[in-house]
Protein backbone atom coordinates (compact mmCIF):
# COMPACT_ATOMS: atom_id res chain seq x y z
CA UNK A 1 0.00 0.00 0.00
CA UNK A 2 2.69 2.56 0.68
CA UNK A 3 5.07 3.93 -1.84
CA UNK A 4 8.31 6.21 -1.36
CA UNK A 5 7.64 8.81 1.42
CA UNK A 6 9.81 12.46 1.59
CA UNK A 7 8.65 13.33 5.46
CA UNK A 8 9.56 16.86 6.86
CA UNK A 9 9.93 16.83 11.10
CA UNK A 10 7.25 16.07 12.96
CA UNK A 11 7.54 18.73 15.06
CA UNK A 12 6.27 21.09 12.06
CA UNK A 13 2.96 19.74 12.40
CA UNK A 14 2.50 21.41 15.97
CA UNK A 15 3.65 24.58 14.19
CA UNK A 16 1.66 27.25 12.88
CA UNK A 17 -2.06 25.19 12.79
CA UNK A 18 -1.65 22.75 10.73
CA UNK A 19 1.46 22.70 9.16
CA UNK A 20 1.12 19.22 6.81
CA UNK A 21 4.34 17.17 6.55
CA UNK A 22 4.71 15.83 2.97
CA UNK A 23 4.75 12.29 2.02
CA UNK A 24 3.18 9.84 -0.27
CA UNK A 25 0.64 6.36 0.37
CA UNK A 26 -1.50 5.49 -1.62
CA UNK A 27 -4.49 7.31 -3.71
CA UNK A 28 -7.58 7.26 -1.93
CA UNK A 29 -10.39 4.84 -3.43
CA UNK A 30 -13.06 6.58 -3.09
CA UNK A 31 -13.29 9.38 -5.91
CA UNK A 32 -13.31 12.94 -4.04
CA UNK A 33 -16.32 15.37 -5.19
CA UNK A 34 -14.81 18.94 -6.00
CA UNK A 35 -18.26 21.56 -5.58
CA UNK A 36 -17.51 24.60 -8.56
CA UNK A 37 -16.35 27.54 -7.24
CA UNK A 38 -17.05 30.99 -9.12
CA UNK A 39 -15.91 31.14 -13.23
CA UNK A 40 -12.45 30.51 -12.41
CA UNK A 41 -10.89 26.95 -13.48
CA UNK A 42 -11.46 23.98 -11.54
CA UNK A 43 -9.50 21.22 -10.18
CA UNK A 44 -10.10 18.19 -11.49
CA UNK A 45 -10.82 17.22 -8.17
CA UNK A 46 -9.33 18.13 -4.15
CA UNK A 47 -9.35 15.99 -0.67
CA UNK A 48 -8.36 16.86 2.25
CA UNK A 49 -9.28 14.10 4.75
CA UNK A 50 -7.95 11.66 8.23
CA UNK A 51 -6.69 8.66 8.08
CA UNK A 52 -7.02 6.55 11.15
CA UNK A 53 -4.95 3.57 12.04
CA UNK A 54 -6.74 1.96 14.70
CA UNK A 55 -4.29 -1.09 14.93
CA UNK A 56 -1.15 1.06 15.67
CA UNK A 57 -3.67 4.13 16.82
CA UNK A 58 -2.29 7.22 15.21
CA UNK A 59 -3.81 9.92 13.05
CA UNK A 60 -2.97 11.90 10.11
CA UNK A 61 -4.01 14.14 7.47
CA UNK A 62 -4.01 13.10 3.73
CA UNK A 63 -4.52 15.35 0.63
CA UNK A 64 -5.13 14.28 -3.03
CA UNK A 65 -5.82 16.60 -5.94
CA UNK A 66 -5.68 16.65 -9.65
CA UNK A 67 -5.45 19.37 -12.43
CA UNK A 68 -4.45 20.39 -15.33
CA UNK A 69 -0.74 22.43 -15.50
CA UNK A 70 -0.35 24.16 -12.58
CA UNK A 71 3.06 25.77 -11.41
CA UNK A 72 1.50 26.57 -7.86
CA UNK A 73 -1.47 25.85 -5.34
CA UNK A 74 -1.73 26.27 -1.87
CA UNK A 75 -4.29 25.00 0.50
CA UNK A 76 -6.22 27.63 3.15
CA UNK A 77 -8.44 26.43 5.66
CA UNK A 78 -11.39 28.49 7.50
CA UNK A 79 -9.66 30.52 9.19
CA UNK A 80 -7.78 31.52 6.20
CA UNK A 81 -4.55 29.88 7.74
CA UNK A 82 -2.32 28.48 5.05
CA UNK A 83 -1.63 25.25 5.43
CA UNK A 84 -0.11 23.84 2.73
CA UNK A 85 2.02 25.40 -0.76
CA UNK A 86 3.89 24.43 -3.55
CA UNK A 87 5.53 25.79 -5.96
CA UNK A 88 6.91 24.32 -9.27
CA UNK A 89 10.60 25.67 -10.59
CA UNK A 90 12.54 24.78 -13.27
CA UNK A 91 10.95 22.71 -16.40
CA UNK A 92 7.83 22.14 -13.91
CA UNK A 93 7.33 26.16 -13.62
CA UNK A 94 6.80 25.72 -17.35
CA UNK A 95 5.01 22.92 -18.02
CA UNK A 96 3.25 22.39 -14.94
CA UNK A 97 1.94 19.70 -13.07
CA UNK A 98 -1.15 17.88 -12.77
CA UNK A 99 -1.69 14.96 -9.78
CA UNK A 100 -0.54 15.83 -6.31
CA UNK A 101 -0.36 13.37 -3.35
CA UNK A 102 0.46 13.50 0.21
CA UNK A 103 -0.36 12.82 3.90
CA UNK A 104 0.86 14.55 7.34
CA UNK A 105 2.93 12.82 9.86
CA UNK A 106 0.74 10.85 11.85
CA UNK A 107 1.54 10.95 15.32
CA UNK A 108 0.18 8.09 18.12
CA UNK A 109 -2.48 9.02 19.86
CA UNK A 110 -0.52 7.82 22.79
CA UNK A 111 1.67 10.17 22.86
CA UNK A 112 0.09 13.10 21.40
CA UNK A 113 -3.58 13.98 22.55
CA UNK A 114 -6.84 13.68 19.81
CA UNK A 115 -8.34 16.56 21.05
CA UNK A 116 -4.87 18.57 19.97
CA UNK A 117 -4.52 17.22 16.78
CA UNK A 118 -8.53 17.41 15.74
CA UNK A 119 -7.67 21.50 16.67
CA UNK A 120 -4.89 21.66 14.17
CA UNK A 121 -7.21 21.08 11.64
CA UNK A 122 -10.75 22.38 12.68
CA UNK A 123 -13.76 21.11 10.58
CA UNK A 124 -15.31 23.37 7.79
CA UNK A 125 -14.77 23.62 4.26
CA UNK A 126 -10.55 24.46 2.79
CA UNK A 127 -10.00 26.17 -0.34
CA UNK A 128 -7.27 25.02 -2.96
CA UNK A 129 -5.90 27.42 -4.98
CA UNK A 130 -3.16 28.12 -7.25
CA UNK A 131 -2.31 29.08 -11.30
CA UNK A 132 -2.19 27.74 -13.65
CA UNK A 133 1.14 27.92 -16.27
CA UNK A 134 -1.13 30.14 -18.52
CA UNK A 135 -1.25 32.27 -16.03
CA UNK A 136 -5.23 31.35 -14.82
CA UNK A 137 -6.47 30.75 -11.56
CA UNK A 138 -6.94 27.07 -10.84
CA UNK A 139 -9.23 26.08 -7.60
CA UNK A 140 -11.32 23.67 -5.79
CA UNK A 141 -12.62 22.89 -2.08
CA UNK A 142 -13.98 19.62 0.01
CA UNK A 143 -15.83 20.31 3.37
CA UNK A 144 -13.27 18.48 5.71
CA UNK A 145 -14.78 16.67 8.90
CA UNK A 146 -14.39 15.27 12.13
CA UNK A 147 -16.76 12.06 11.29
CA UNK A 148 -13.95 9.41 11.42
CA UNK A 149 -15.28 6.24 11.18
CA UNK A 150 -14.00 3.13 13.75
CA UNK A 151 -11.65 0.10 12.33
CA UNK A 152 -13.57 -2.75 11.38
CA UNK A 153 -12.79 -6.04 12.63
CA UNK A 154 -10.59 -8.00 10.88
CA UNK A 155 -10.81 -11.99 10.00
CA UNK A 156 -8.06 -14.16 7.51
CA UNK A 157 -9.29 -18.02 6.81
CA UNK A 158 -6.47 -19.99 4.77
CA UNK A 159 -7.29 -23.08 2.87
CA UNK A 160 -5.72 -25.76 0.58
CA UNK A 161 -4.95 -24.68 -2.79
CA UNK A 162 -3.71 -21.10 -2.07
CA UNK A 163 -6.94 -20.25 -0.81
CA UNK A 164 -7.17 -17.20 1.06
CA UNK A 165 -10.59 -14.80 2.39
CA UNK A 166 -10.45 -11.78 4.68
CA UNK A 167 -14.03 -11.10 6.61
CA UNK A 168 -14.67 -7.71 8.67
CA UNK A 169 -17.16 -6.77 10.36
CA UNK A 170 -19.29 -3.28 9.46
CA UNK A 171 -18.80 -0.39 10.81
CA UNK A 172 -21.37 2.23 11.74
CA UNK A 173 -20.11 4.36 14.85
CA UNK A 174 -16.42 6.23 15.14
CA UNK A 175 -13.81 4.60 17.83
CA UNK A 176 -14.30 5.16 21.70
CA UNK A 177 -13.17 8.72 22.47
CA UNK A 178 -13.33 10.26 19.05
CA UNK A 179 -16.09 13.01 18.30
CA UNK A 180 -19.96 11.32 18.29
CA UNK A 181 -20.07 12.29 14.70
CA UNK A 182 -22.61 10.29 12.01
CA UNK A 183 -20.69 7.36 9.99
CA UNK A 184 -22.00 6.38 6.64
CA UNK A 185 -19.51 3.73 5.16
CA UNK A 186 -19.35 4.12 1.08
CA UNK A 187 -17.39 1.43 0.83
CA UNK A 188 -13.80 -0.89 2.13
CA UNK A 189 -10.76 -1.39 0.49
CA UNK A 190 -8.79 -4.63 1.01
CA UNK A 191 -5.01 -4.48 0.51
CA UNK A 192 -3.06 -7.77 0.33
CA UNK A 193 0.65 -6.50 -0.83
CA UNK A 194 0.51 -5.48 -3.81
CA UNK A 195 -3.43 -6.95 -4.26
CA UNK A 196 -5.82 -3.97 -3.47
CA UNK A 197 -9.51 -3.69 -4.21
CA UNK A 198 -12.38 -1.42 -3.17
CA UNK A 199 -15.67 -2.92 -2.18
CA UNK A 200 -19.10 -0.89 -1.78
CA UNK A 201 -20.35 -1.06 2.01
CA UNK A 202 -22.83 -3.43 1.63
CA UNK A 203 -19.35 -5.83 1.43
CA UNK A 204 -18.10 -7.92 4.92
CA UNK A 205 -15.66 -10.69 2.75
CA UNK A 206 -13.58 -10.94 -0.13
CA UNK A 207 -11.39 -14.07 -1.50
CA UNK A 208 -8.49 -13.12 -2.55
CA UNK A 209 -7.58 -14.52 -6.41
CA UNK A 210 -5.40 -18.20 -6.19
CA UNK A 211 -2.81 -16.90 -7.95
CA UNK A 212 -1.97 -13.59 -6.19
CA UNK A 213 -1.63 -16.16 -3.11
CA UNK A 214 0.64 -18.42 -4.98
CA UNK A 215 2.68 -15.59 -5.84
CA UNK A 216 3.56 -14.73 -2.01
CA UNK A 217 6.15 -16.31 0.56
CA UNK A 218 5.33 -18.36 2.97
CA UNK A 219 5.32 -17.55 6.64
CA UNK A 220 3.15 -14.69 8.03
CA UNK A 221 1.57 -12.28 5.58
CA UNK A 222 0.25 -8.73 6.36
CA UNK A 223 -2.68 -7.31 4.98
CA UNK A 224 -5.15 -4.42 5.77
CA UNK A 225 -8.88 -3.41 5.86
CA UNK A 226 -9.89 -0.04 5.03
CA UNK A 227 -13.16 1.68 6.29
CA UNK A 228 -14.35 4.85 4.10
CA UNK A 229 -16.70 7.22 5.25
CA UNK A 230 -18.77 9.66 2.98
CA UNK A 231 -16.60 12.63 4.12
CA UNK A 232 -13.57 10.97 2.83
CA UNK A 233 -12.03 10.08 5.67
CA UNK A 234 -11.25 6.67 6.39
CA UNK A 235 -9.84 4.09 9.11
CA UNK A 236 -7.54 1.04 8.64
CA UNK A 237 -7.22 -1.88 10.91
CA UNK A 238 -4.36 -4.36 10.43
CA UNK A 239 -4.21 -8.29 9.97
CA UNK A 240 -1.79 -11.25 9.32
CA UNK A 241 -2.45 -14.56 7.81
CA UNK A 242 0.05 -17.31 7.83
CA UNK A 243 0.70 -18.50 3.77
Given at each position: MKHSKLILSFGSLALA?????VAARATPAQPPRTAPVGDDIQLSFSRIYW??????????????????????????NPSDK????????????????????FEGAEPSLDEFPLNHLLALFPQGVYEFEGLTVGGDEIEGEWEFTHAIPDGPEVFAFVGRNNYLRIEWNPVTSPPPGFPNEPIVITGYQIIVGSFQVTLPASATSVTVPQEFVASLAPGVQPFEVLAI?????????EGTFVK
Open positions: LGSIIEYNSSANDLGVHVTLDGENWKGLRIVVLFEVRGRGPYKNLGMTELFDRSGNQTLT
